[in-house]
Structure formats: structure tokens, C-alpha cells
């Protein structure tokens, strides 16, 4: 068994790209009363265990170390450290922070002091290439990773629940709910996770015994929902969305925003919205529907 130990009985250990907000992460944990070290190599992680054993009783119990993985050479001695630390009689619990391109990028962007003669130079390729490179050089330790918090979505108070559960022992519970909403173009497109526009489908308005109605009509809503493209759009978006909020439910994000829109937001849009909402909620997924435009007068479609 190896000498080198430590009073705590949990250790975080924190991975990730740069600009991810490691850093961020762990000014919360520290505030949530964890031990914590910045950007420590791998190898450094038992001796900074070791010399903390004298003082900082009051938050013994729990370290974060927020890791520097600058080459290959440190990715392979990850490849123990779980073992190692569980010699020292700790729980160790790897989590691995990511964002998405354009994240990453603003982020970068903000943090970089310019430098003359930058401009014009392929910088940014440059830089996403060197994103690419990180990607491929930390695989393995995302792949090991105990946790996945992905920063482009989540805030630090965010993670930090998501870390000090894992660090319990728990999964932190998230009940994404679906948010699912008709609008109509015309009254402009809100923002949302999934907008989709259903101008594809033949528009009941030119129907006139369909016109008066809405998509929460029968026959308005058989007519929309008989067109072999819609039968084929309505059964891909049930399948995204039942992927996407299994996947937002892992990442602890509150709610997944769908947006289907027409013309007008009355006829097409209202009839998908309801009967992706309604297969939805029978298949146990808490699912809030809203249309946008429904009570808007004077629709041209």
C-alpha cells in the first residue's frame, strides 16, 4: 500500500479542454468547502495529498484538484490514478468538463491578448486545429470520466451540484422537462434547442371547411397529420426528442425547448405540437405544450 495519504475521504480529480471553465468550476467547489488546487499535473497529485494533511481539517473531508494534461506522457499516468488514490483509503471520482466549438472559440477569443500580426494569418484555423488536438490527446480521460459536464449549457453553481452529488455518491436528478411550442412565422421565429418549419405540409387554410379551425381541431389535425411527409417528420422529431432529453437529463439541464412553425402558427405547426406533445407524455416524459400564435387574429396563411 502506497505511504502517501491523505485525511480527506474524497477526491475530485477535474479534467478538461482548456477554456472549459475548470477553473471556474473549482472557485465554486472551494466555496462549497472543498480543499482545492488548480492546475496541477497528474503526477504532482499524490505529493499535494500528502503535504495538505497538515492544517485544513475543517474541509478534510473532501478535495477537488482541477488537473493540468498538457502532453500524451501525462494522459498515460492517469491511466492508475483512480487505483492509486483508492490505496490512500479515499473515494476518487473523475469528472470531465467540455463545452462545444463555439463556445470554446468565444471563450478563447475573450481570453487571448492579441498579438501583432495575428490578423490574417489563418489564426482561427490554427486554433481549431489545436482544439482537434486536444480533443484526440484527452479521449481516453473523457472516456474514463466518472462524470461528463458539458460548460456551454450548465452554469458553475450547475456543475458544482453535479460534482459535490457525485462526490456523495448520488446522481444529481434533473426532470427535463419538454417544452414544445407552435408559432407562426410570420409573428417571428423564437429561439429554441429544435426549430423546425412545417411549411412543408399542405396548409389546411386553403381547405375551406378547414380554415375556421385550428390544429387542435380533428379534422384540421387528420388532414395535417395524413400527409406521408408529416407522418415522417412527426415520427424523426419523436425519436430527437426522446434522445435529446435522455441527454439533457444526464447533463442536468432543467428543460428542452422544441419549436414547429407555419405561416400563421394556427393550423400545421398547432397539429404537430399536439401530437408530438401528446406521444411524449404517454411515454412517461413531462412535456409542457404552448401555442405561441393560436390566438392571433386577422391570419393570412
Keep these: ?147 461528463v459536464l458539458d460548460s456551454s449549457y450548465a452554469s458553475p453553481a450547475e456543475e458544482r451540484d453535479n460534482i459535490i452529488a457525485l462526490a456523495e455518491g448520488k446522481r444529481r436528478q434533473v426532470r427535463t422537462v419538454v417544452e414544445v411550442s407552435s408559432f407562426g412565422y410570420k409573428f417571428g421565429a423564437p429561439a429554441g434547442d429544435i426549430v423546425v418549419d412545417v411549411r412543408f405540409i399542405p396548409n389546411p387554410y386553403y381547405v375551406a371547411t378547414l380554415r375556421p379551425l385550428t390544429g387542435k381541431d380533428k379534422d384540421c389535425s387528420d388532414y395535417v397529420l395524413s400527409n406521408e411527409n408529416a407522418k415522417i417528420a412527426l415520427d424523426a422529431l419523436i425519436r430527437l426528442a426522446r434522445a435529446m432529453q435522455s441527454a439533457y437529463a444526464l447533463q442536468g439541464r432543467p428543460a428542452l425547448r422544441i419549436r414547429i412553425g407555419c405561416t400563421g402558427g394556427r393550423h400545421r405547426s398547432v397539429a404537430m405540437v399536439e401530437a408530438l406533445g401528446t406521444t411524449l407524455a404517454k411515454g412517461n416524459i413531462d412535456t409542457h405544450i404552448v401555442h405561441r400564435d393560436l390566438a392571433q387574429t386577422g391570419h393570412r396563411m
Excluded at 106 to 121: K, L, Q, T
Excluded at 129 to 143: K, Q
Design 1 to 147: 500500500m502506497h505511504t502517501e495519504n491523505s485525511d480527506a475521504k474524497v477526491v475530485v480529480l477535474i479534467a478538461g479542454y482548456r477554456f472549459a471553465g475548470k477553473s471556474l468550476v473549482l472557485q465554486h467547489l472551494e466555496q462549497a468547502g472543498f480543499a482545492c488546487v488548480d492546475n496541477l499535473p497528474p503526477g504532482m497529485v499524490f505529493g499535494y495529498l500528502s503535504h495538505r494533511r497538515a492544517g485544513d481539517s475543517g474541509r478534510a473531508g473532501r478535495v477537488a484538484v482541477a488537473l493540468d494534461i498538457a502532453d500524451s506522457d501525462e494522459v498515460e499516468s492517469m491511466q492508475g490514478i483512480r487505483e492509486r488514490i483508492a490505496e490512500t483509503g479515499c473515494t476518487c471520482r473523475i469528472v470531465f468538463i467540455e463545452a462545444g466549438e463555439t463556445a470554446l472559440a468565444e471563450r478563447a477569443s475573450v481570453s487571448r491578448v492579441p498579438e501583432s500580426g495575428d490578423r490574417g494569418n489563418g489564426t482561427e484555423s490554427v486554433a481549431c486545429s489545436m482544439r482537434d488536438a486536444e480533443r484526440a490527446r484527452l479521449a481516453r480521460v473523457r472516456a474514463a470520466a466518472d462524470l
